[in-house]
């Protein structure tokens, strides 16, 4: 006979009786506990009811939306703002399968969100049958789509299951994992410790080697304008004041790539956004020392290599701050390799050069008066329209000039965004969009989750276009629900706008009918707002724009604002010359000349 561990109930580990008795339900939760998670995302049924009772006796956010692809959507912004994994769970068959474009997302956005997916007993879906209800073999259809992927065949494969799931997700690049939880096992009883401290299982954020270290702090000290590049992931680790002394004690000027651009706190003034400001260019061909930091140095920064990295400064060394050994050297060539988590690695960093801080670099201060220079001619344009309604410009600096200065910016949309780079107006602590899967739609399923993962005491800035919103326009209840501190501020040029401007760069203006991509004039978001018992304005004039953002938060009413804007500048003009920087935008669409 084989020695096999017998699959019985209530022995984790065989051998140990703790004297305490939990449910797999409930040990799930306290496994997520120990990584200080403590909401959940999704629609319950018979497999779940039970761990959301319990959730909620724990303390949890219990958070149902309308749809199991926002849910997925929400965690993903959770986890962001959390700076920890988060857990999605869906119901067998359909629910998991809506929720399965967001395991793409996340495994495109680097999230770390784990999917509980129900599924019938076993021996339901082993038998030879057809015609099951709610039923569908579900691992298999997902397993391209995470990291890992696992099924709770026995109770007491809880802990291994649930523990590699929080290793796997966080290790490398972090990202999505599938779960399946079948219900013959939710009900057992495990007999089992308290959780142990994620040290005990799995790699906590690891330091890179001293040597290198040491290296990387060389190159610094010999540079005459070494920078500092900023990716998404400093966000997502809530590592912003470990960047900002690093920054401080090199004097030197940060860059953001298109993904990161949350400032840090402290260090706004001298962050300048890759690609969209003049002085960014200067600093890019100026720059000899670069240390990439939280980021993929992928297509929108042109992989480090073309376009702007191709002037000044060629032979510029890089240093690359990061998580995971195979993103070395994939996309360019780097000079030393900081492998580790860049919580620990940054600090490292600073510790090497605490000795030698750099005097402000030279040109510093005529950068930082030249980007303020830059936001206030925009702000001077000349914003008028042929059709009277709002120019998209105009929207995003009355917009975003009315942010709080706390705020959490959430964003979505396609021409809208386009101009947000250009124009934006603000300097956020936190942007949530959806950068590198461009997946429309993410925007108020993200602002939830953000604002969940929050505890709602920031305000939350939400600009979106039109169609974009209308995708999870369900979600406004969740909003409703738990009174979340959100002002909505709604682009509406009626139309797929991108797509409408792709028909004219492609066909010719007026050559086309752009078959599909006008829709109703006739919808009001300030009024679906009103509907869901949220206060809605309707805002036509672009200088009172400002003015009712920010009433809008004085009333602690969340709050939706349709503001008309003008279609003929939101697509792209008559000439296509209306989208700010659009070339230098489809510079990321390199195929293959990078
Ligand atoms: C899920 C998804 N579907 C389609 C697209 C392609 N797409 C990019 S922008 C765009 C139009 C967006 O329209 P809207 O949200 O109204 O923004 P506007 O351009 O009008 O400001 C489309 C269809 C996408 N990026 N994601
Ligand atoms: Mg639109």
């Given at each position: ?245 690093l920054a401080e004690l090199m004097g030197c000027p940060v860059l953001q790539t298109s993904g990161g651009t949350a400032f840090i706190e402290g260090i706004e003034e001298r962050t300048f956004p890759y690609l969209f400001a003049e002085v960014g260019d200067e600093i890019v061909a100026r720059s000899d020392v670069v240390v990439a930091i939280g980021t993929e140095i992928g297509e929108p920064v042109h992989y480090g290599r073309g376009f702007l990295w191709a002037e000044g400064n060629t032979d510029r060394k890089w240093i690359n701050i990061e998580l995971d050994p195979e993103a070395i050297g994939q996309n360019r060539p780097i000079d030393v390799p900081l492998v580790g988590d860049l919580r620990t690695v940054v600090p490292q960093l600073y510790a090497a050069l605490k000795n030698s801080p750099r ?147 492609t066909f010719g203006h007026g050559k086309s009918t752009e078959p599909g991509v006008h829709w109703s004039k006739n919808v009001r978001f300030d009024q679906m707002a009103e509907s869901f018992g949220l206060q809605g304005m309707f805002v036509e004039n672009g200088d009172d724009i400002g003015k009712a953002v920010t009433e809008a938060f004085a009333s602690g009413k969340p709050t939706v604002i349709h503001v ?31």
């Amino acid at each position: 006979m084989y020695s096999d561990d017998k699959p019985t109930a209530a022995n984790t580990p065989a051998n140990t009786d703790t004297g305490r008795s939990i449910p797999v339900y409930e040990r799930i939760l306290e496994l997520f506990e120990a990584e200080g998670v403590k909401a959940v995302f999704g629609i319950p049924d018979p497999n779940f009811v039970h761990l959301f009772v319990a959730a909620e006796q724990r303390g949890w956010k219990v958070v149902t939306p309308h749809h199991e692809l926002a849910a997925g959507m929400m965690a993903e912004a959770y986890a962001r703002m959390n700076g920890t994994p988060a857990l999605c769970i869906s119901t067998l068959g359909p629910g998991v399968a809506l929720a399965s474009g967001s395991m793409m997302n996340a495994l495109v956005e680097n999230s770390p969100v784990i999917y509980l997916g129900g599924q019938r007993a076993r021996i339901t879906e082993r038998r030879v049958r057809r015609g099951r209800i709610q039923f569908i073999q579900q691992e298999a259809l997902f397993k391209n789509s995470v990291k890992f992927s696992a099924s709770i065949e026995y109770a007491d494969q809880t802990d291994e299951i649930i523990r590699h799931a929080l290793r796997v997700c966080q290790s490398g690049t972090p990202g999505p994992v599938y779960i399946e939880y079948p219900s013959h096992v939710i009900l057992q009883e495990l007999n089992v410790p308290p959780a142990l401290p994620p040290k005990a299982y799995r790699l906590v954020e690891p330091g890179a080697d001293s040597d290198q270290i040491a290296e990387a702090a060389e190159l610094i000290k010999a540079a005459d304008c070494p920078i500092l590049l900023v990716g998404h992931a400093v966000q997502c680790t809530r590592a912003g004041a470990k960047v900002k002394e690093l920054a401080e004690l090199m004097g030197c000027p940060v860059l953001q790539t298109s993904g990161g651009t949350a400032f840090i706190e402290g260090i706004e003034e001298r962050t300048f956004p890759y690609l969209f400001a003049e002085v960014g260019d200067e600093i890019v061909a100026r720059s000899d020392v670069v240390v990439a930091i939280g980021t993929e140095i992928g297509e929108p920064v042109h992989y480090g290599r073309g376009f702007l990295w191709a002037e000044g400064n060629t032979d510029r060394k890089w240093i690359n701050i990061e998580l995971d050994p195979e993103a070395i050297g994939q996309n360019r060539p780097i000079d030393v390799p900081l492998v580790g988590d860049l919580r620990t690695v940054v600090p490292q960093l600073y510790a090497a050069l605490k000795n030698s801080p750099r005097s402000e670099h030279p040109d510093l201060q005529r950068w930082i008066a030249e980007d303020k220079k830059r936001l206030a001619d925009l702000r001077n344009e000349d914003f008028s329209t042929d059709s009277g309604r709002v120019h998209t410009g105009k929207w995003v600096i009355e917009t975003t000039g009315a942010m709080p200065k706390n705020a959490i910016h959430v964003r979505d949309g396609g021409c809208t965004v386009i101009f947000t780079w250009t124009y934006l107006q603000a300097k956020p602590h936190d942007v949530i969009w959806n950068q590198n899967f461009g997946c429309l739609g993410t925007g108020l399923p993200y602002a939830v989750g953000a604002s969940i993962a929050d505890g709602g005491k920031r305000p939350v800035l939400f600009t979106t276009s039109d169609s974009s919103f209308l995708y999870h326009i369900g979600e406004l209840e969740v909003v409703e629900r738990f009174n979340l501190p959100m002002v909505i501020v709604v682009a509406v040029d009626n139309a797929w706008g991108l797509e409408v401007g792709v028909y004219k760069r492609t066909f010719g203006h007026g050559k086309s009918t752009e078959p599909g991509v006008h829709w109703s004039k006739n919808v009001r978001f300030d009024q679906m707002a009103e509907s869901f018992g949220l206060q809605g304005m309707f805002v036509e004039n672009g200088d009172d724009i400002g003015k009712a953002v920010t009433e809008a938060f004085a009333s602690g009413k969340p709050t939706v604002i349709h503001v008309p804007i003008d279609p003929v500048v939101n697509h792209g003009g008559n000439e296509n010359l209306n989208t700010p920087n659009y070339d230098r935008f489809r510079t990321w669409y390199a195929e293959g000349q990078q």
